[in-house]
């Protein structure tokens, strides 16, 4: 049994990510890595995040006024029988320290789009630099939390490198998107970053021939957790991922879902800095003038009075414009204006670009990574689109809310955790569909345009997501619960 001093002792959790907002963010790994640590704060856990200085990111940091401070010694480890090495920043992201490994093996794009063992090696250093960070800065972690495949390979080689097997280290995976699991043939792989050859097998790393680094983090992970209750849940059906169910249902015992949550200081109507003007639940004007402002960018008919469908996504199959694109093609029996933001897939882009000069009038798109523009959408819009194929959790939708805008939603993933149909009894805060089609789509979004012209019904359903609890602090301290759990 632990003593109470044991208990009392606090935890070190040191969070491995290869994306940590604002200094790298392609999507919500990004929003999560940058908030949840400083909830955990709160509760009394040591919690620090490391993170590869990807192209652009100290200039940046510099740019912004940050304080950084460079370790005389740098981190090293053995690649292919040579040495490796990265310079060791520390930035302070609110109350949480913040380590950038600044090296050549992260100057080129963050994510390979073809993977193999030669675009995997950066995301092996990256863990391995990690291992060794300790003899760096003087700090050791209790708990290495990791997560995606991009720091699957920190449990793997816990369990199966030559040099880092240590049976007595703790980690916790987090899936935030099993759709990628760091998958390709294993070519030099094993020998070239130390992983015992015999940990190739379907026990362990191996799947269909390949080298599934996720897999073997799942396998070798203290813990695993997803980013929903939902999600937790799905991940274990054959229909979402394939022959990875039976290795999730055969580690069933250690997987949790915990609902994401959003950085409520950030994404907040009330003082946000980036929208032109500010407002709360019981003072609305100000989204009035946030929506004139976001029909001025748009060049629509400024005297609009119907309803504006916004969406800010990564543009990926992902996030359903397969059945988004078709229902644009049914515009004259819409009463609605579309405003898209994003950027992704070439396809989606044109798709977008072609839709937007067809209806001038009523389709808008704004092409690429726009952190300002986001927040202008999020406070202008009414409805919020985000008809997901599948969803690990989401923060669109919960961001929209807490604007005001109304999310219509496929009951998937998180986005059934958090939305909920305002034809339900009890009323909600949305509007929802099952089926994975147009015509499922337009039912709800039908829906909500109709009860857009209810200003009543409508205040309720926008007033139930602005007060939704969405921020970190119950999720936070289901995570604390977890780490004592683990210990
Ligand atoms: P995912 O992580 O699958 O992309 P989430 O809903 O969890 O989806 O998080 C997406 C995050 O990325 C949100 O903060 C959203 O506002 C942001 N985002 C996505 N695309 C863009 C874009 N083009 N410009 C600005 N922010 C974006
Ligand atoms: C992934 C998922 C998204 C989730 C995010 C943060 O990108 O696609 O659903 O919200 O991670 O956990």
């Known amino acids: 049994m632990k003593s109470n001093a044991q208990n009392s002792k606090v935890i070190k959790v040191l969070f491995v990510s290869t994306e940590v907002a604002p200094f790298s963010k392609v999507g919500g790994l990004g929003d999560v890595v940058g908030a949840l640590p400083k909830s955990l704060l709160k509760y009394g856990i040591d919690v620090r995040i490391v993170t590869p200085a990807w192209p652009g990111v100290m200039q940046r940091l510099r740019d912004a006024g940050h304080k950084i401070s460079t370790f005389s010694q740098r981190v090293s480890v053995s690649y292919a029988w040579h040495s490796v090495e990265a310079i060791v920043h520390r930035v302070d992201l609110e109350g ?51 997560h995606d495949w991009t720091s699957a390979f920190l449990p793997c080689a816990l369990a199966w490198h030559r040099r880092y097997h240590d049976p007595n280290a703790k980690s ?37 021939g390949q080298v599934n680094l996720l897999k073997g983090a799942i396998i070798s992970a203290s813990a695993v957790t997803t980013v929903s209750p939902r999600y937790a849940w799905e991940v274990q059906t ?50 009035a003038e946030c929506r004139r402002e976001l029909l001025k960018n748009t060049g629509f008919d400024p005297a609009y009075k119907g309803p504006l469908v916004v969406c800010v996504s990564r543009l990926v199959e992902q996030k359903g414009f397969d059945i988004i694109l078709p229902a644009l093609k049914q515009l004259d029996s819409l009463d609605a204006k579309f405003i898209f933001l994003g950027s992704g897939q070439r396809w989606i882009e044109e798709a977008l670009r072609g839709a937007a000069s067809a209806h001038v009038d009523s389709v808008c798109f704004f092409p690429g990574y726009n952190e300002p523009l986001s927040h202008l ?18 923060l669109s939708q919960m961001i929209a809310m807490r604007y005001g805008t109304v999310p219509v939603a496929r009951e998937v993933g998180g986005l059934m955790d958090t939305v909920i149909d305002a034809d339900c009894d009890g009323g909600g805060n949305g509007f929802t569909f099952i089926t994975y089609d147009t015509q499922g789509m337009l039912w709800s979004l039908r829906r909500a345009i109709e009860r857009f012209s209810n200003v009543k019904a409508w205040g309720k359903i926008r007033q139930r997501g602005m007060l939704e609890d969405f921020s970190w602090s119950h999720p936070a301290a289901l995570y604390r619960d977890l780490y004592k759990s683990i210990l």
Request: glycine letters at 6%.
């Open 238 to 287: 054959f229909e979402s991922t394939q022959a990875l169910s039976k290795v999730i249902n055969a580690n069933k015992d250690k997987l949790t879902g915990i609902l994401n949550g959003i950085d409520t200081d950030y994404w907040n109507p009330e003082t946000d800095p980036l929208i032109p003007e500010c407002y709360s639940s019981d003072s609305l004007f100000g989204k």
């Open 172 to 208: 916790v995976l987090t899936l935030h998107n099993v759709a990628h699991q760091g998958m390709f043939p294993p070519a030099a792989f094993l020998d070239e970053s130390g992983l015992d050859p015999s940990c190739f097998n379907m026990w362990a790393l191996e799947y269909y």
């Open 96 to 146: 949480v320290p913040v380590y950038l490994l600044e090296s050549d093996e992260y100057m080129g794009s963050m994510y390979p789009w073809d993977l193999n063992a030669a675009t995997a090696r950066p995301f092996a250093v990256f863990c391995m630099q990690v291992l060794e960070l300790k003899k760096v800065v003087g700090w050791t972690s209790d708990i290495f939390h990791c």
């Open 377 to 394: 959408l999020y406070a202008g819009g009414d409805i919020y689109l985000m008809p997901s194929l599948f969803e690990p959790c989401g």
